[in-house]
């Protein structure tokens, strides 16, 4: 029998099914995006959804920004793609950047956050000519080798870890070594033992792959002062964190700066535009002649459309009161979730920043490492958001995502959510 369903098809000829970041759900395995606006999208059935997750963070603005939109369509119509010269645009946008990012002096524009990382280590190693990252646990940094890693490992096995995905190669997981974040004793141990071999410490100030964790600022600063002392580069993944909690990032809201920034996500409000930033000492090692100690020569890098979008989002958060609109309905959901779980009698915590929510279930003060949300009852997670999409309201029914307010949610999305999740938890 030929296919017949798009998904079908989509079985047939992409692996899995999904191009997306996300594996196909269980239960949701048709789902099939026909349109979105604003805050909500709707599925091939005519379904419509009010979208928390957002794609996993990018469209802080909504779906579809008319000024966004209109930006893109611009440059499609007068600028194209040449990979020579550069364009008034892309000098205006890293411009932009340095002006906003606390520890940016110069900036390379990436298609993604990935690729941001991925040339975060490259320099971090050619510029130390050392090999060891340190990273934290659970904590995802994108899809290459160099640290692509969802980690799992006990708290008390420095460097042990189980990698997202097999076909790493040793050398790459030996080059890592997996600390518990919020823990500024096991960074001290770890710095005093293996420092002269660090060539960088990666991090998001605020994990939000593991839920949505929150620094001690003492643990930031303490990163800070390890590195600079053993001259290891400090890297902030502010992939999400940038742009979506504050225009020039978690260094800006703790004050701690980093060497390297990689950016993605919300400065193109759902555009591929990533950028890579940093100390101009660090970022003058990337060149385009081979056998420069950080070779690059990405195709798409400044392309003038993600650009005009990066520009848009940008100019649309300087001018409109964009933060104070999602910190305000962001808070909003917190209170009420919480206030509905004591009124429901249960044991569960309602989490996360700015914009960014999420609950566990689970007993207790709010988690601080990855280890504390082991104790998140990962079925009743599941099953309360599954109950949600039943009330036509998407929050990503996988273990500890987190969802997302955008500029395009209103009041009454909010009442909405707040009224589903009542009948959801009560179910
Ligand atoms: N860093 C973090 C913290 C992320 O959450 C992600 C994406 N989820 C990335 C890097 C990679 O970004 P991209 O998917 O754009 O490659």
Known sequence: MPPTSISQRAAQVIPGGVNSGQRLIPGLTDLVIASTEGARFTDAKGRTYTDYHA??????????????????????????????????GEVELAEEIVRLVPSVEKVLLTSTGSEATFHALRVARAATGRRLVVKFQGCYHGWHDSVSLNVISAPDKVGAQDPISTGILPEVLDATLVLPFNDIPAVRQTFAEYGADIAAVILEPVPHNVGCLLPDLEFLQSLRDETTKSGSVLIFDEVITG????????????GVTPDLTAMGKAIGNGYPVGALGGRA????????????????????????????????????????????????LGAAIRTGLAEIFTELGVPAVAHGYGSVFVSYFMDGPAPRTYTDLLRNDASRFIGYRRRLLEHGVFELPLNLKRSHVSYAHTDADVDALLSATRAAVRD
């Not at 930006?71 to 010269?85: K, N, P, Q, S, W």
């Open 55 to 88: 794609a996993f963070g990018p469209p802080l603005l909504g779906h579809n920004d008319p000024e966004v939109a209109a930006a893109v369509a611009e440059a499609g119509r007068r600028i194209d793609l040449t990979g020579v010269g550069v364009t008034e």
């Open 281 to 328: 000492e660090l970022m003058e090692l990337f060149s385009t002649t081979p056998g420069a100690p950080a070779f690059f020569a990405g195709t798409y890098n400044g392309h003038p459309s993600v650009v005009a979008a990066a520009h848009a989002t940008l100019r649309k958060l300087q001018t409109e009161p964009v933060h104070e609109h999602v910190f305000r």
């Open 243 to 254: 742009f979506r909690h504050a225009l020039g990032g978690w260094q800006a809201i703790s």
